[in-house]
């Protein structure tokens, strides 16, 4: 059984800070590739940040400089950390592990940021 619990929703001011939390359990381990995303209402699912087995990162561009990923491998954990908030990062954010072929996501947390 796996299983993706993200906390770390929240309602913040344009500018403000607001760090989410992924815990990874069953078959989740620093093998996996982890990473987040985000569905704002109307609009696909797009990429915000990814982060390697080995640490390696990619960001959506949108987010460069602003957002931060890094994982915790004893914990199972990924967290981003995101800084300058702006109302169009408004969305339900996921988290997802993938190894290979496979793909797990958790349930989604929303953010939304008021102007």
């Known amino acids: 059984q796996v299983q993706l619990v993200e906390s770390g929703r929240g309602l913040v001011q344009a500018g403000g800070s607001l760090e989410l939390s992924c815990a990874g359990s069953?078959?989740?381990?620093?093998?996996?590739?982890m990473g987040w995303y985000r569905q704002a209402p109307g609009k696909q699912r797009d990429l915000v940040a990814t982060i390697s087995s080995n640490g390696g990162t990619n960001y959506k561009d949108s987010v460069k400089g602003r957002f931060s990923i890094s994982r915790d491998n004893a914990k199972n954990t990924v967290i981003l950390r995101m800084n300058s908030l702006k109302p169009e990062d408004t969305a339900v954010y996921y988290c997802?592990?993938?190894?290979?072929?496979?793909?797990?996501w958790g349930q989604g947390t929303q953010v939304t940021v008021s102007s």
């Open positions: 069953g078959r989740i381990s620093s093998a996996y590739a």
């Open positions: 997802c592990a993938r190894w290979g072929v496979l793909a797990y």
